[in-house]
């Protein structure tokens, strides 16, 4: 008898966790894929808005400036001094000193004029959806800047924060905001409107026609009705007035009160430079209840003038734009002795180019229909805007007396 014996034999793997814990992870990776898939080719893709939604502009940018206006980048703190093309980004920091001013645009259409003296923060400047939704931010440490916005779009915003107040601007308001050396403040709101909240947590809404004061600890000191600027009378701008025979005379300033405010007296400034730089200060005057000034001594030359009104509350109007008036001596024309040479245009974008040049100390330098004056060595300087089919530029050279001359220069755009 024989017996038969049946044998199976098996073999069998031997295998890591990691091994199993893979192949898991690619069996979900796979399930998900497919799932996304699915929904992608049902509904569509789920990251499509998700991907355009946020837009950041090129950067806010220079629209004007004058003097010296400086920039300091956020990441590198390099400080640099401003160009027609130069890009302002969030953290980045506009400095005006005792001559600058800047006109700059922002994303959501709104222009911030920044004064002398002035330090400003570029905070936020971006838009969302398109440029349908912008979010405009900056921060006033010092000095003085006025805004003007446009209509908001639904979802955006222009806030303006100062070391007091927070305040978020309505859409067509124009606006001015001042940070004084004493650590006071004053809003003035010639239209519009805007929410301001103090640094104590104090929310009031200014409207336009309305002046609001703070004291050093960011509470309300003061508010009331806008004091409007006065308006100068003469002499008128550009006037020429002539000497007596010893070569000097009196001028008499004559102005407006203000449409607006009940104002109690008034600041007159005279200077030889436009930017009224204690250097160039002829004659400062304070607590004036007439509206009018009289200047004597002035010797042949240019001058600038301009008024500001005070109210009783001690409420301040914004300065008048100045005026120029030029004090000639009879006899005095010839023009023989006004050059002008060395002169470059430097390229720096568009239609936007810098001319460089000498002529004599003090001169003033006219193109384009900008000015500038020449330096103590005769150096000038002027950013002007020049046509694309211009091919001459003419330079009018005007000395203090009044005497001017033209110099004639042959032009080749950039784009030749």
Known sequence: MSTKSSRFDVEWWIVSKRVIYSLV????????????????????????????????????????????????????????????????????????????????????????????????????NTSMEGGQRPQVRVAVARGQINVRTEQQPQGGSNIVETPLTKNNLAGATGASFDVREDNTEG?????????????????????????????????????????????????????????????ATSVTLRWVRPQTGTPRHYRVEVATSPFFVQAGKVTERDQLEATQFGVSDLRAGIYFWRVRAVAASGQISEWTEPQKFTVVVAGQGSAEHITVTGVAFEFIGGNIYVARGRTQPGNTIRINGRETLAAADGSFQLQISVPKAAREIIIEAEDSQGTRRDTRLDFKNSDE
């Open 25 to 124: 992870a690619l069996l979900c990776l796979v399930v998900v894929a497919s799932g996304v898939g699915l929904y992608s080719w049902l509904y569509g893709n789920p990251f499509k808005s998700g991907a355009t939604e946020i837009h950041a502009p090129a950067g806010a940018r220079f629209v004007s400036f004058d003097g010296d206006v400086r920039v300091v980048r956020a990441q590198t703190r390099e400080s640099l001094l401003a160009r027609s093309d130069t890009q302002l980004y969030p953290g980045d920091i506009v400095q005006t000193q005792a001559d600058g001013r800047a006109r700059i645009q922002l994303a959501d259409g709104s222009n911030l004029i920044v004064r002398p003296n002035s330090v400003v923060t570029i905070r936020d």
């Open 187 to 247: 809003i003035r709101v010639s239209d519009g409107q805007l929410e301001t909240t103090t640094r104590g947590g104090v929310k009031t809404t200014v409207q336009g026609n309305e002046y609001i004061a703070f004291n050093q600890q960011g509470n309300i000191k003061s508010r009331e009705s806008l004091l409007a600027i006065p308006q100068l009378l003469s002499p008128h701008d550009l006037a020429k007035i002539s000497a007596t025979d010893k070569g």
